[in-house]
């Protein structure tokens, strides 16, 4: 199925999205940019502290104590110090190999590692000490070869970028290269963190326990991203340059050092460098993703098989999305295709003439919405599935085009104190809470040069998809957020953790009532008490039935 | 009226078999054409190489040949579907490996096997012609004598090898082993995503063994051609013999050899492989049958079915199926029967998963007792205290079971200092057992009589699909019934499921920490995926009581479990396991 965005649609979308505004902010809306029915923009130098009343509070920029902490939350901060000191042993080969090795001496040591391509990006990325034409074949046999192996019709010209280069393209964090911190992965059910330093290290932090296990493995190279088990207390997957570490974390264990013997390592041939790992909600099966492997890899990890779903075209897997009910994955490739699988079958639509490669997406509670966006235009789609009809025949049920519903190109506004600043621009990230009732997006690097600002947006899917502007997010000054996520377990409205270029890990409380809750306090005060004679717990209906 | 496993396998284990064979035949035309290209190779003439092949495949005798080539395949296929097994069999020495080659349905299917074999290479040297085509061929010119075509017996005795080979490795590396897919894709992705590293392991596969046929031809080379000789009265050549080292350095010959092993090979593996896809698709059960006829033929009875193991895994592949896709037939599961208002399908299924659970789990418990039987008992000595163990009641009753095996050995050596004649007798019996052990020790016969590792424990585990699959299916039920359950019916079991899971859990924990092994690690070996099943099936069980926590929450204390239980599901449910 061939699915068309095109003008018309979104001429219509952002009518509708104008209405939509219209009704709940219940103002006459000039036709202005949604940046101008934002709440004011905080000042330089306040914090973002938490959301009360629908209000983002901010406080003093001097008041740094308070910001970083919250109940108790560990609290994370990867000084500049340190995380200059990690940089300069960035490259573990250089730490051990006297430095006058030439360049061919370590291109045998990455064909014993790596083999060929391992061997063709080493000679790639000193391109300094080899003579020019040298480099100049290397990279078109690195192209080459990635091409092979990558079974598709054209050439793609991300084939051609090294590993860094790629992983810097593709991952989900601003600057991953220069970022002190490279991934970071809440644990679905507790409240339980890990992150990944730039000198390959994973950090693990739980919730009242001071103990930190410090993760490292000789394979653990360029960690691009970090996963989680689901339905499992303490095993973490890492996507690294050439394989998928599993780490066994025993939570009750007092070591601060896992030794190697708690890791599984999955390798595949051409399926490196992983960029993108995403578990199934049952946790049974984990999905990898490499921009230079035209097929995911679905592993079954106890087994240590993995089972190749491939479709020609796009030329790789640069992004996967697991929807949070489980029936579908979103799987988006280097070039303007992306492919929507539904997992009973593993079947798949695929979805094209896109405007550009799709850069982030994020599923609704329910996985009845997907909004992505793409990599050259900062304008927010939805797509909409319907359920499934028959279950004997498996249906993604996705609507026939997608629909433009939030256009964020840059603007300027005034922050409090009158000043002017730029926000918007093309998007880097964006991630629903699990209660789907608040939208975080993440710029890209705007005309100023940076990009201060998180904009969060509310949202409320039934009945139809409303986004609405709640507020900006905002560090200390200088700082710029590198990451965004949402806590998936929180009580009390949604818990968003932000990682500046600091290396500073905040949280910021979103305190709010989920609208299903509200629902269902006005069904009880309208209809009267109707459960209250029953007791709390299971056994209501179990003593009943017996 | 006919039992469920006559109507499965009328109804759709034919069907699946003979789909399964046809897209093999299919397959196999390509694959001839495709050898038939390669093997008449000639380097130095390449245009006429591709003329000459243009001709030989419009030819009706290659038409012939290929159909020839079909019915064979057709045949072979249909005597192998007999040899497949869900159960994969675990020796516990090398000697029973080999033994178990020797029983009559593996003797046959051998020999078809190499039958088979002899059969196709015959079919090549017939379609490449030249110096392969016939047995014999003049002597001379000018004479009338015929002589033995060594050419051609070389490459047919080949096949006969290839035969051979196949099937050993067909029982002794599991190769009849079907193994469920972990993601049911649909079967043309699943072949197109095995069609080619299954070409690239046969060719590596033929180039290992290719070598072993030259060194035997080698050496014993002469015993077939001599005795061919003197039975069809045909000379030996003079001109040339293939078993001396000059013979064998034919570099065409090895060319000739290596497609046609490759050929031989390489259709058999694809059709294995398209019979294993076929016949591990999801089968769908009715939940409930309102026809008569069918009365028999439902769920329940196909996870009952044990003498028919692949209807049993079918049953629960589809009940785990059912247990996380299917609302409608979850509803159908949870629903009550009219009249009466019993939930008997609920309590079907249920009483069959918990019966598999607790089936493995005493095998399991039952090895871990003998572990701590065998382990050597600490003496006590001086101000030591005993070590305590009094943990929990599982493990002091385990003590008492372990001193009661003990016992009767000490009786034994008490009484020998009494009669001379027992005396007499056990010494004789110590002798042998010296003997055997002894005899034992010697390297070749440890080879073949010595345990291999872990045996035992991978006995215990070799149908843990099964169970992995009631794990699964319970616990997605149960998390389905928290919304969907409208009667309750889940929850009155709820203790019995969460208990189950629980001691099994303990009791595998305890297994694999005492009885594992090396660990997983160094034990990668691609051919025997079904050792990681008891991994896998720590994996689910733990998965699966998270699963279950984490959809009734705290309503999980509410249940009336007993107090160890509860300590466990409290460790669960803080996520500290």
């Not at chain 1, 061997?119 to 034409?133: A, D, F, K, M």
């Not at chain 1, 340059?241 to 007092?254: A, G, N, R």
């Not at chain 1, 679905?298 to 697991?322: F, H, Q, Y």
């Not at chain 2, 004789?428 to 009589?449: D, E, G, H, W």
Request: proline share 5%.
């Amino acid at each position: 199925m061939e699915h068309i965005s095109d003008a018309i649609y979104r001429e219509a979308a952002k009518v509708s999205l104008y209405k939509c505004l219209n009704r709940s902010t219940g103002q006459k809306m000039s036709a202005g940019h949604i940046f101008q029915n934002f709440p004011h923009v905080p000042d330089d130098n306040k914090v973002t502290a938490y959301e009360h009343n629908g209000d983002f509070i901010t406080v003093d920029d001097d008041m740094r104590q308070n910001t970083s902490r919250y109940s108790n939350y560990p609290e994370v901060f990867i000084t500049k110090e340190t995380a200059r000191a990690l940089r300069e042993h960035e490259n573990a080969k250089s730490a051990f190999l006297p430095h006058d090795e030439t360049v061919w001496k370590r291109a045998i040591h990455a064909w014993y590692e790596m083999g060929l391509s391992g061997t063709l990006e080493e000679i790639v990325n000193s391109s300094g000490e080899v003579p020019p034409w040298t480099c100049q074949t290397a990279k078109r046999l690195l192209t080459f070869v990635r091409f092979a192996n990558s079974l598709h019709g054209s050439l793609f010209p991300h084939l051609s970028l090294s590993n860094e280069a790629m992983i810097t393209k593709f991952s989900n964090m601003t600057n991953w290269k220069t970022s002190p911190l490279r991934a970071f992965a809440w644990h679905p059910h507790t409240t339980k963190f890990a992150y990944a330093v730039c000198d390959d290290s994973i950090h693990v932090h739980m919730q009242g326990n001071e103990l930190t296990p410090t993760l490292k493995h000789k394979l653990q190279k360029n960690v691009a991203d970090l996963a989680w088990q689901p339905h499992y207390a303490s095993v973490l997957a890492v996507a690294c340059q050439s394989c998928i570490l599993i780490w066994h974390v025993e939570p009750t264990s007092l070591a601060t050092r896992p030794s190697s013997s708690s890791v599984q390592v999955l390798q595949q041939s051409n399926h490196c460098p992983v960029t993108c790992l995403a578990w199934d909600v049952d946790g049974r099966i984990l999905l990898s993703s490499s921009p230079v492997d035209t097929a995911m890899m679905a592993w079954d990890v106890a087994m240590e098989t993995c089972i190749p779903l491939r479709r020609v075209g796009g030329g790789g897997v640069s992004l996967l999305k697991w929807s949070p009910d489980g029936s579908k994955v979103l799987a988006a490739t280097p070039s303007n295709i992306f492919r929507i699988w539904e997992t009973s079958h593993w079947s798949c639509e695929k979805w094209s003439k896109c405007t550009g490669r799709c850069k982030a997406a994020c599923w609704s509670p329910h996985g009845d919405v997907l909004l992505f966006t793409t990599e050259n235009e900062p304008v927010i789609y939805y797509l909409t599935f319907s359920g499934m009809a028959d279950e004997s025949k498996p249906l993604i049920g996705g609507s026939q085009t997608a629909v433009a519903c939030l256009d964020l190109s840059e603007v300027t506004v005034k922050t409090n104190s009158g000043d002017d600043v730029r926000v918007g621009g093309s998007i880097q990230d964006m991630v629903w809470d699990p209660t789907g009732e608040r939208l975080a997006v993440l710029f890209k690097e705007n005309s100023s040069g940076t990009n201060r600002y998180i904009a969060v947006f509310r949202t409320k899917i039934y009945p139809v998809l409303d986004i609405t502007p709640c507020g900006f997010v905002k560090g200390f000054e200088g700082e710029t957020p590198q990451h965004i996520a949402f806590q998936p377990k929180f009580d009390r409205g949604a818990l968003l953790t932000v990682i500046w270029s600091s290396g500073r890990l905040s949280y910021i409380p979103l305190n709010f009532i989920p609208n299903d809750m509200v629902e269902y306090h006005k069904f009880q005060e309208n209809f009267g008490p109707v459960h209250m004679q029953v007791s709390p717990g299971l056994y209501s209906r179990f003593t009943d039935y017996s | 009226m006919e039992t469920l496993a006559e109507w499965f396998t009328r109804e759709v284990f034919r069907w699946r078999t003979g789909a399964a064979i046809t897209w093999t035949v299919i397959m196999l035309c390509p694959l001839t054409t495709m050898y038939l290209l390669l093997a008449s190779f000639h380097p130095s003439h390449p245009f006429q190489w591709i003329t000459d092949f243009l001709f030989a495949v419009i030819s009706l005798h290659f038409i012939m040949s290929l159909t020839f080539l079909s019915l064979i395949s057709v045949l072979f296929h249909v005597i192998s579907s007999r040899t497949f097994t869900v159960v994969p069999y675990i020796s516990l020495t090398r000697l029973a490996a080999f033994l178990q080659l020797c029983k009559a349905q593996c003797l046959t299917y051998g020999t078809v096997c190499a039958v088979t074999g002899g059969i196709i290479a015959w079919t090549c040297t017939c379609m490449l012609g030249g110096r392969y085509a016939n047995l014999s061929f003049r002597c001379d010119e000018s004479s009338d004598a015929y002589c033995l075509n060594e050419y051609h017996l070389f490459l047919v005795l080949y096949g006969i090898y290839t035969g051979l080979f196949y099937f050993t490795r067909h029982y002794l590396q599991q190769q009849n082993y079907m193994q469920f897919p972990a993601l049911q894709q649909a079967k043309v992705f699943q072949v197109r995503s095995q069609i080619v590293p299954l070409l690239y392991s046969t060719l590596g596969y033929v180039l290992w063994q290719i070598k072993f046929f030259y060194i035997l031809y080698y050496f014993f080379g002469y015993i077939p051609r001599n005795w061919m000789s003197k039975n069809s009265s045909l000379k030996l050549s003079t001109v040339y013999s293939l078993d001396t080292l000059y013979g064998l350095l034919d570099v065409v010959l090895l060319w000739q050899t290596f497609w046609c092993g490759v050929f031989i090979q390489y259709p058999w593996s694809l059709g294995a492989t398209l019979f294993k896809i076929y016949n591990t698709e999801h089968f769908e059960f009715p939940v409930t049958s309102m026809f008569d006829s069918f009365k028999n033929k439902c769920l329940v009875d196909a996870l009952n079915e044990k003498p028919m193991s692949l209807l049993q895994y079918l049953g629960f592949h589809d009940l785990c199926h059912l247990s996380k896709h299917s609302f409608a037939r979850r509803k159908e599961l949870f629903s009550l029967s009219q009249p009466g208002g019993h939930p008997h399908n609920w309590n079907k299924v249920l009483s069959v998963c918990l019966s598999v659970i607790i089936e493995l789990n005493d095998k399991v418990q039952e090895a871990n007792w003998l572990v701590l039987s065998s382990a050597p008992i600490r003496q006590p000595s001086g101000d030591k205290p005993h070590p305590s163990h009094n943990r929990d009641g599982q493990t002091s009753s385990l003590h008492i079971r372990s001193f009661h095996q003990l016992a009767p050995i000490t009786t034994i050596g008490d009484e020998t200092g009494k009669t001379v004649g027992q005396s007499h007798q056990k010494q004789a019996v110590t002798f042998k057992t010296k003997l055997i052990s002894n005899f034992k020790k010697r390297p070749i016969i440890s080879y073949f009589l010595g345990e291999l590792p872990e045996a035992r424990s991978r006995q215990i585990y070799v149908g843990a699909q099964i169970q992995i699959w009631a794990v699964e299916a319970l616990s997605s039920l149960t998390a389905a019934s928290y919304q969907e359950d409208s009667y309750g019916v889940v929850q009155m079991s709820l203790p019995k499921i969460i208990t189950a899971m629980l001691s099994l859990q303990e009791n595998i924990d305890r297994h694999l920490k005492t009885a594992g092994g090396p660990g997983r690690k160094g034990q990668k070996d691609q051919t025997a995926n079904y050792l990681a099943l008891r991994y896998l099936l720590q994996n689910t069980l733990k998965s699966s009581i998270y699963r279950i926590i984490d959809s009734f929450g705290k309503c999980i204390i509410d249940l009336r479990l007993p107090a160890d239980v509860e300590k466990k599901i409290k460790s669960f449910m803080d996520y500290k396991e």
